[in-house]
């Protein structure tokens, strides 16, 4: 399971190894990827499922370490920026005190997008009672809202920036918001511990072959794309649209596999620092570092 698959990009690597048999190559027969809606409910759909890998966002999996769901974080998956902060066009929102009093729009608790909006405040040296924020699930729904006036603002992703710009809408773009943030991790591959005592060799193999994934991106971007627009049923020119714009953005937002413990630290004391994560996080516990890919090993840090 792969949090927004069909719908963000975090599935790409899940996709495109799909279309080109990597992951029967590694020794997993994968029959099908599900999605989520982002958040918690990521976490409580693997659990429910009897799921043998989840791509999660990092939030999500501490707070359900946490809380004592029986899952370890097992591999890397997604690190630094991948969305654009919008308004509507002509709202003065041009410096950190335009912020107060703001409607940011997020996914749903425990989500990136959540977690990006308080790094984003804390960044800029405010809080989120500066601010009122609106969980509205989709992100077409926070894109409605704020075209309607119901907040102020939005993020929005890829591949639905590509097809909003292809479908004619208007926003303003807000290019300062984040410019900020350190590096910080997005989603990590989780799995539950009987999965773990049980199935490491298919785990290894999932990891294996999303890597295979990650390595078609870098190495041939016009293949990936096609493999993207296939597994999302996308239009072509909006998949190599969509996944042109997030390398431009962040050219290495697709980790292999590594884990990369200070990048997910970062990402943890900013939901410690926001008040969304209450005490410290217990790192041993949380984390299995024996299925990353030995090779990679020296790259986890």
Excluded: C
Aim: aromatic share 8%.
């Amino acid at each position: 399971m792969v949090t927004h698959y069909a719908s963000l990009l975090y599935g790409t690597p899940y996709a495109v190894a799909l279309d080109k048999g990597y992951f029967k190559k590694t020794g997993v027969d994968v029959a099908s990827i599900l999605t989520s809606k982002g958040g918690g409910t990521s976490v409580r759909n693997m659990m429910a499922g009897e799921t043998l890998f989840a791509e999660v966002a990092l939030p999500a999996a501490l707070s359900a370490i946490k809380e004592g769901f029986p899952i370890k974080i097992i591999s890397g998956g997604t690190d630094g920026p991948s969305s654009f902060w919008v308004t509507r066009p002509g709202e003065k929102i041009e410096k950190p005190e335009d912020l107060k009093g703001k409607r940011f729009v997020y996914s749903r608790p425990k989500s990136v997008s959540e977690s990006s909006i308080l790094a984003v405040l804390k960044s800029h040296g405010l809080k989120a009672s500066d601010v009122t924020m609106v969980a509205i699930g989709d992100f077409g729904a926070g894109l409605t809202a704020l075209e309607h006036n119901k907040i102020d603002i939005a993020i929005i992703p890829e591949p639905i920036y590509s097809q909003k710009m292809k479908a004619g809408a208007k926003y303003q773009i807000i290019p300062w918001l984040d410019a900020k943030l350190p590096p910080y991790s997005q989603t990590v591959g989780v799995a539950t511990n009987d999965m773990i005592a049980k199935k490491g060799d298919k785990l290894r193999a999932v990891i294996e072959g999303r890597r295979k994934g990650v390595d078609l991106i870098y190495a041939d971007q016009k293949a990936a794309a096609e493999s993207l627009a296939k597994g999302y049923n996308l239009p072509p020119d909006i998949a190599a649209s969509a996944l042109a714009g997030l390398l431009k953005q962040t050219p290495t937002w697709f980790g292999h596999g590594e884990l990369k413990t200070k990048l997910m630290e970062l990402t943890a004391q900013s939901l410690i620092d926001t008040g969304a994560y209450e005490g410290t996080v217990d790192w041993k516990t949380a984390i299995d570092d024996r299925f990353v890919p030995k090779d990679l090993q020296s790259k986890t840090q």
